[in-house]
Nanobody, 127 residues
């Protein structure tokens, strides 16, 4: 069974930074595409970023490109989301996800392609 546990969320002022981590249990971590999604209050869960199994390819939503960086450490079974220049509209619960998703710029944005999800971590950006 694969389990994902996010950490690193919190309250930060606009312009600040946070680094989210997602620790993954299970021996298949290194073969999975990893993604980050977020869900603001009353809205749908949307794609933020994804990274291929090797870490060689990354994908970003237009709204975070240039501000957020996704990375992974397969030796530590952990994926990270470095968030800089945070804005109030980045406020949401952030979820990491994993699955045997093809590393394709369209597919990685699709929630239903991920088999495993974390419980989420709250990020609040004050203005």
């Amino acid at each position: 069974q694969v389990q994902l546990v996010e950490s690193g969320g919190g309250l930060v002022q606009a312009g600040g930074s946070l680094r989210l981590s997602c620790a993954v249990s299970g021996r298949t971590f290194s073969t999975y595409v990893m993604g980050w999604f977020r869900q603001a209050l009353g809205k749908e869960r949307t794609f933020v970023a994804a990274i291929s199994w090797s870490g060689g390819t990354t994908y970003y939503a237009d709204s975070v490109k240039g501000r957020f960086t996704i990375s992974r450490d397969n030796a530590k079974n952990t994926v990270y989301l470095q968030m800089n220049s945070l804005k109030p509209e980045d406020t949401a619960v952030y979820y990491c996800a994993a699955g045997p998703v093809p590393s394709n710029r369209v597919v990685v944005r699709t929630r239903s392609r991920y088999d495993y999800w974390g419980q989420g971590t709250q990020v609040t950006v004050s203005s």
